[in-house]
């Protein structure tokens, strides 16, 4: 039996399923209530957020054998089909390897005719920015007034490269990078379902390297379990991703905020005798200092952030000033930029993290210049017992 990676085996079946997307989700389903369903639409979004899903769960939702619904059945032979992909009123094309005018011109002569079987001929176009530009312009008049059974869905990455000619005629809907909060949620859910035992701050770098696409982030929980079977340690899965571990970071971060340039440069050699990537470590490290200032200014670390790694943002940020935690991000974020280029990574990291320990102020500025007020106004009033009576007297003596 064949295996079926999770981004496949646990792809929404029904609109309320899609993650991340209730803007597009709510909109599409009052359309199909409200019989106010336009004749294209487009897509647009990052990688790995539903915009295929989304458009097979409206192709269902146009055929199905009690629709036209929001809720389509998912049993019905209509259903079933689209969801394997052999409906024959349903057409996904790929428009990276369907970009000429003459694959245009079949879907042009096709459209003519009524569908099959179910209630509407739909075409899904993938990656729709790849058709060539004569291959828009042969879609355009059937795009514009296409006959009533047929319906469009574009989906891209790239809506920019899409003429204007084409995108006044669709209705678009942008896609949303998804949040981690959101991400965190759903791949607890799966890994429960899995019967995996994973820790919360392994998922949560899961989610950290995924950068918003629930795809990317089922097919990293995938790889890891092939490395490390179903119960992995966050060590492991940090080794599986080739990611830093966390309490090196911790330790890092640390050592800037309490200005230990000796554990700095010990820690450095350790991760260079490792073999870590300097570039890398340093983008980790601004990334958690990023999360140490936001819960210095709201009180709370950030939600995606595993219960373990919100203990240790939250104590350091009552350890830190915020001044200085913006300096030393600013520095650190910097240096990703200036390691990445130099002719000796390990100087230029070294040299960041120390430069950090000494242009970082220890007090923020107004707390300096209530300190500056403070002696100015202790030096200004007269001290008990210092005649300053007596040298107004003196110097009226002087007078007469």
Request: glycine share 6%.
């Amino acid at each position: 039996m064949s295996y079926t990676v999770l981004a496949r085996k646990y792809r929404p079946q029904a609109f309320e399923e899609v993650t991340g997307q209730e803007h597009v989700v709510r909109t599409v389903e009052n359309a199909i209530k409200l019989d106010r369903v336009a004749h294209a639409y487009l897509f647009a979004g990052p990688r790995g957020v539903g915009k295929t899903t989304a458009a097979r769960l409206l192709a269902r939702a146009l055929n199905c054998e009690k629709g036209p619904t929001a809720s389509p059945c998912g049993t019905c032979l209509a259903c079933t089909e689209i969801r394997d992909g052999t409906s024959v009123d349903v057409a996904e094309i790929d428009g990276a390897s369907n970009n000429g005018v003459e694959n245009v011109r079949e879907i042009r002569e096709n459209a003519k005719y009524l569908p099959q079987r179910d209630r509407y001929k739909i075409y899904i176009i993938d990656e729709v920015h790849m058709l060539s530009g004569a291959a828009f312009n042969a879609l355009l008049k059937t795009l514009e007034e296409p006959p009533p059974h047929v319906k469009f869905i574009f989906a891209t990455t790239e809506p920019h490269k899409l003429p204007d000619t084409i995108l006044s005629r669709c209705q678009r809907h942008n896609f949303r990078r998804i949040s981690a909060a959101a991400m965190l949620k759903r791949l607890k859910e799966i890994a429960g379902l899995e019967k995996v035992t994973i820790s919360d701050s392994s998922l949560s770098l899961i989610v950290r390297q995924s950068e918003g696409g629930m795809r990317d982030a089922l097919s990293l929980l995938d790889q890891i379990l092939s490395a490390c079977g179903n119960t992995p340690s966050d060590a492991e899965v940090a080794d599986a991703l080739g990611a830093i571990d966390r309490t090196a970071v911790h330790a890092f971060a640390t050592a800037l905020v309490k200005r230990d340039a000796k554990l700095l440069l010990e820690r450095t050699e350790e991760m260079w005798n490792r073999g870590v990537d300097l570039r890398r470590l340093a983008a980790d490290l601004a990334f958690h200092l990023r999360n140490v200032f936001i819960a210095k200014a709201t009180g709370a670390a950030p939600d995606e952030l595993a219960d373990s790694d919100k203990d240790v943002v939250v104590a350091l940020a009552r350890e830190a000033d915020a001044a200085q935690v913006a300096r030393l991000f600013d520095v650190v974020h910097t240096a990703e930029w200036e390691i990445a280029r130099a002719p000796q990574p390990r100087l230029a990291f070294e040299l960041a993290l120390l430069r950090g320990l000494h242009l970082a102020p220890a007090a923020s500025i107004p707390e300096l210049i209530t300190r500056v007020e403070r002696l100015a106004s202790g030096a200004a009033s007269p001290a008990p017992g210092s005649g300053a009576s007596g040298g107004r007297s003196g110097a009226s003596t002087f007078r007469s």
